[in-house]
């Protein structure tokens, strides 16, 4: 491996850049006004939605935070995963309603409907799927819970943008769905994130809350307007995307079918396909390997050796990650009040190895002979 590996990275080129350049030169207005507008159409055109359907945010978290505060009451509570980014925590506690950490499925990392059950209670207004490691898994048990307890769906779909459930992309069905462009997920944007909804009480709440919750900017902005004489009714933030943001997006989401999508695809399943039946390493399940576009790659392996693995791969110049701390641990979110033992578990297990559009075949072959000497020693 020549160039140092990196477990991550944004893949953006000259196409970008001309982009970008575009707006600067061509346009001379960076903040949010038509490139945003033809990038939310660019999405909803990808998703086959209409385009009232996806508002864009300038990160995954705001767009969160937006669907959220959207559907729900201050003061109800939204069952989420723990084993999740704090993001997803975060964006329930700042529209003032209450995370309830709940247990994942260790075969899947993604929400166990049996602990979310136990822990409902009469101020349960609403469900958080983590679609971990891109994978929507059991999602139509989600919605089947959701609807039999009269719940909203509020998917945090940060790793599936472009991920299929069953073969309708996530985003195209069910309730609210939020993804996040950051600078390492399947598209990025710089950062970015976007709220994908056929409700249209939720989509206008999130649009107008997005511009400071003034009543119906984004359709003056987008046509190069402002509004001087508005009301506001409801809390809001500067949440909104830019120009630049969003021609950087449009470039990339053009190359994920032909480019990032296989990519990602193909090294994933050559991760698969290496480390199977390695003992110590557990693959987690999958979906049909055409549904998911894998945002990062994660395997457990035995938690007694699991940090001597980590350390050995670094010494080999193979860096790793571990998704995630589990938000039931940190201090803002209970420090541990709550026992959740299959997430503490997995939490001293995962381990993420290197994936990006960035890495040829060669290398993934090279990092799994690493990870099965390192277990061997
Ligand atoms: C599961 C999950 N939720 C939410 C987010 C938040 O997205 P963003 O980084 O765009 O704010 C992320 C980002 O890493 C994530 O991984």
Redesign the pocket.
């Known amino acids: 491996m020549s160039t140092p590996l990196r477990l991550s990275r944004s893949i953006v080129g000259q196409a970008e850049a001309e982009a970008v350049s575009r707006v600067i030169i061509e346009d001379g207005y960076l903040g949010m006004g038509s490139e945003v507008k033809r990038f939310e159409e660019d999405i909803a055109a990808f998703l086959g939605v209409p385009a009232n359907h996806v508002i864009t945010a300038n ?4 767009a ?1 935070h937006l669907a959220v505060q959207a559907a729900v009451e201050p003061g109800r509570e939204v069952l989420v995963q723990s084993l ?2 704090v ?2 925590f975060q964006a329930i506690s700042a529209a003032g309603a209450v995370p309830v950490a709940c247990e994942v499925r260790p075969e899947t990392c993604t929400i166990d409907l049996d602990d979310a059950a136990r822990r409902l209670t009469d101020k349960t207004a609403a469900i958080m799927p ?1 679609h971990y490691a891109s994978n929507p898994a059991y999602l139509d048990d989600v919605y089947a819970f959701a609807q039999r307890h009269g719940l909203r769906v509020i998917e ?1 779909a ?2 599936a943008f472009g991920c299929r459930h069953d073969g309708r992309l996530v985003g195209t069905f069910g309730d609210i769905a939020c993804f ?3 600078g390492i ?1 399947n598209i990025t944007s710089g ?3 976007c709220i994908v909804t056929a409700d249209q009480t939720v989509a206008q709440r999130c649009r107008d809350a997005r511009l400071l919750s003034v009543e119906n900017d984004t359709e003056k902005r987008f046509t190069g307007q402002r509004s001087w004489d508005f009301d506001v009714t409801r809390q809001g933030w500067r949440y909104h995307m830019s120009n630049l943001m969003a021609a950087i997006g449009r470039v990339q989401l053009s190359r994920l079918p032909g480019e990032f999508g296989p990519a990602r695809k193909a090294l994933a399943a050559i991760y698969r396909e290496e480390l199977a039946g390695v003992p110590g390493v557990t693959l987690f399940a999958t979906r049909p390997e055409d549904d998911i576009i894998p945002h990062i790659f994660v395997v457990r392996i035995d938690a007694a050796r699991r940090d001597a693995v980590k350390e050995v791969l670094a010494a080999a110049g193979v860096p790793t990650g571990m998704h995630y701390k589990p938000a039931h641990l940190l201090s803002f979110y209970g420090g541990g009040r709550t026992c959740l033992p299959v997430t503490e578990a997995l939490y001293h297990e995962i381990v993420t190895l290197p994936l990006h559009p960035g890495i040829t075949a060669e290398e993934v072959r090279v990092i799994c002979a690493e990870l099965r000497k390192a277990l061997a020693a």
């Open positions: 990160t995954g978290t705001a969160l999740t980014f993001a997803s983590v945090d940060a790793h996040s462009f950051d997920k950062e970015g994130g």
